[in-house]
């Protein structure tokens, strides 16, 4: 089974300062790859996605994040983050032919410093 | 708002009883999905549907049973709640390949 991992659990910023947070994830074949954004108190939303294509992919609020196939990797990125970035953020993966199901990383857990 | 709603939001229940949380969909989406959400696990997949009638299990599915005799509802059911499924609960759907998801529903086991 595949598995998706996020090495960073806890990460706490600056306002202005730039940001990567990590994903790898372990299935060879063909994925697709998701950012999502838990704001306190909500429910999860789509920051970006990657099905095919160019691998580097801008989503919402200035994310963006790149796949690299041969690391496995889908790492998030925002060169200034502003305090309401402050959130919860999943790195989810769905492999394709395997049931249209999301596997998610366990989260960091992002804190934006005034 | 992809036109999710749980229901309900919050529920506190005694260790065995059963529980059913509710998820409606209004634009006949085809996958809708429950996760739990718990500290340190991120989401985990319990059940997923893909059709009417049609049902899988994730990945956490011990303890759960759900339905879906339409296709805008997808049920989860506790049949004997215990603690340890005191958590988070999400449905999602499947829309164009992307999950969207509902607000939740809070469960407390005591």
């Known amino acids: 089974a595949q598995s998706v991992s996020q090495h960073n659990h806890h990460v706490i910023l600056s306002e202005a300062a730039s940001l990567e947070l990590g994903c790898n994830y372990s299935y060879g074949g063909t994925v697709n790859l998701f950012w999502y954004v838990q704001y306190p108190g909500q429910h999860l939303q789509l920051l970006l996605k990657y099905f095919s294509g160019d691998p580097l992919v801008k989503g919402i609020k200035g994310f963006e994040a790149e796949f690299i196939k041969s690391k496995f990797s889908f790492n998030l990125r925002k060169p200034s983050v502003q305090w309401s970035d402050t959130a919860e953020y999943f790195c989810a993966v769905k492999v394709l032919g395997g049931g249209n199901k999301l596997t998610f990383g366990t989260g960091t857990q992002l804190k934006v410093e005034l | 708002d992809a036109g999710i709603t749980q229901s309900p939001r919050h529920k506190v229940t005694e260790t065995g009883t059963p529980v059913t949380l509710r998820c409606h969909q209004t634009?006949?989406?085809?996958?809708m999905y429950w996760y739990r959400q718990d500290p340190g696990h991120g989401l985990r997949l319990i059940h997923y549907?893909?059709?009417?009638?049609?049902?899988d299990k994730g990945e956490v599915s011990d303890g759960y049973s759900v339905s879906r005799s339409k296709t805008e509802d997808f049920l989860l059911t506790l049949e004997s709640a215990t603690s340890s499924q005191t958590s988070v609960y999400f449905c999602a759907i499947s829309i164009e390949g992307m999950a969207f998801f509902g607000q939740g529903t809070r469960l407390t086991v005591v």
């Open positions: 549907s893909y059709g009417v009638k049609d049902t």
């Open positions: 634009e006949n989406h085809r996958y």
